[in-house]
């Protein structure tokens, strides 16, 4: 499929692997594309992951592959640590004399803001000179799969002494780089903004904060990765060998007081580090405590009875009602009722995996760095009325509203992936072709 209309470009906000997916395929259609994103790499929540369900396979190989793709296309640009500040719709006066006004192009103009990186990575070569030197432990390396693979300064931490400047090898580090503004005038935008984890510390029965040992799943994966700290070993925090491992599904989803939606995606996240213990260490005991075993998908609900009926791992139907570290700090005691036969228990474990506080909306609240849509409305300095109709809009919880369709301006917008509603990869890739190929019809946003 071609691009009905390749003057003007498509902007994709956000570089996980829906954002990357839309971008990509608008490109293989000949449009050219604008990716936004507000870290210092794409990959999104996806380059973070160890392992993807059902395959097993690792996570970083496509999206590195993916990303290279973005980052090599001459009809991608990407722009890392970058944000949408400001959208106006515009119109564009017909080329064709003989057409009327009604004919008119809608189009957009975005600026986005780029603040970079003091390390400009196109020039750093990862020698690590920097981190050395530096005094106050202000630089630090970009994760491990990250394309391309740098540092970043902390820059609340670094005092400007300079030394960082001097000893790099190839002028990578220049503290007086300054906030760009870049203005671009589009035909539409494409919202992938994904989502984050959050802190539930405010819902107390689930002990997060209260023992270095209950963590989120994402805490786990980065902790149990391959190229992980542990190099794939599952341990605890201490580096300990953990004998007994909780898995808490619904750990703030489903719930009134933080979201009230079903995340989708952890019951077969849970099922996949679940799995991954038991292969690393089939000594560990694992349970899930769950609300209801969603296994959506093909391959997925296969995926679980192997869990259960070859890999041992047992699944309690419950959700703890308490989960606080032992006195002696030696462990955290789960306590439990299991909804199937009524019974209450307290069960000591090592480790315990909260899942389901995922965010839709909280990494367009991280002040200047915001990248998608404001629940809390959009900013009217310097934005005429015209561009307020273009801010998507967001329900209760954050989800952009609406993907296409003819309806009002919200169900114009185009979005794709968790950022739109729960959607696990293979969902999110499938919703960001159907995005672009929206775009590329001149359906969407306007
Ligand atoms: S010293 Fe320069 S080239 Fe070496 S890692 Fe630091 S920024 Fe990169
Ligand atoms: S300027 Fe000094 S404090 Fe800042 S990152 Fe470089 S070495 Fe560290």
């Not at 993907?403 to 009002?408: A, E, K, R, T």
């Given at each position: 499929m071609m691009c009905a209309d390749q003057q003007f470009p498509v902007i994709v906000v956000g570089g996980g692997v829906a954002g990357i997916t839309a971008a990509l395929d608008l490109a293989g259609a000949n449009c050219p594309v604008h990716l936004v994103e507000k870290d210092a790499v794409l990959g999104g929540q996806t380059a973070r992951l160890d392992k993807l369900y059902?395959?097993?396979?690792?996570?970083?190989c496509p999206v590195w592959t993916q990303s290279r793709l973005c980052l090599t296309d001459p009809l991608i640009r990407v722009h890392t640590h970058s944000a949408i500040d400001n959208i106006t719709r515009i119109k564009n006066p017909s080329q064709d004399p003989g057409q009327d006004q009604a004919q008119e192009q809608e189009l957009i103009r975005v600026t986005i803001s780029r603040t970079p990186n003091m390390i400009d990575e196109t020039l750093c070569i990862f020698c690590g000179k920097c981190e050395e030197i530096c005094p106050e432990n202000a630089v630090l390396p970009t994760f491990t799969h990250a394309l391309p693979r740098s540092f970043l300064v902390d820059t609340e931490l670094c005092t400007r002494c300079g030394k960082c400047v001097e000893l790099c090898p190839t002028n990578a580090v220049d503290m007086t780089r300054k906030v760009e503004k870049i203005e671009i005038t589009a035909k539409n935008i494409i919202w992938a903004t994904g989502f984050a984890d959050t802190d539930i510390s405010a819902l107390p029965e689930f002990g997060y904060g209260s023992h270095p040992n209950i963590m989120t799943s994402l805490e786990f994966e980065s902790l149990t990765a391959e190229a992980g700290p542990n190099r794939g070993e599952i341990l605890t925090p201490e580096g300990k060998v953990p004998s007994h491992i909780a898995f808490v599904q619904c750990a703030g989803a489903r719930d009134q007081r933080k979201f009230s939606f079903c995340s989708a995606v952890c019951c077969m996240h849970a099922l996949k580090q679940a799995r991954w213990v038991k292969r690393r260490n089939p000594g560990i005991e694992v349970v899930i405590f769950f609300t209801d075993m969603r296994t959506e998908g093909r391959n997925y609900y296969n995926y679980y009875l192997d869990a259960v009926e070859k890999q041992s791992i047992s699944l309690v139907r419950s959700r703890p009602g308490l989960i606080c570290p032992l006195p002696s700090k030696d462990g955290i005691a789960v306590r439990y009722e299991n909804?199937?036969?009524g019974k209450l228990n307290t069960q000591r474990f090592d480790m315990v995996v909260l899942n389901g506080a995922l965010d839709p909306c909280s990494q367009n609240k991280t002040g200047p760095n915001k990248t998608g849509p404001d629940k809390t409305g959009p900013d009217k300095a310097g934005q005429d009325k015209a561009g307020t109709d273009f801010q998507p809009l967001t329900d209760d919880n954050g989800f952009i509203s609406g993907?296409?369709?003819?309806?009002?301006n919200g169900d114009q917008t185009l979005s794709c992936g968790f950022c739109r509603a729960p959607a696990d990869v293979e969902m999110s890739v499938i919703q960001a072709s159907c995005a672009a190929i929206h775009a590329c019809m001149g359906k969407g946003t306007h």
């Open positions: 059902p395959t097993d396979h690792c996570a970083f909804t199937l036969t993907n296409g369709g003819s309806g009002d």
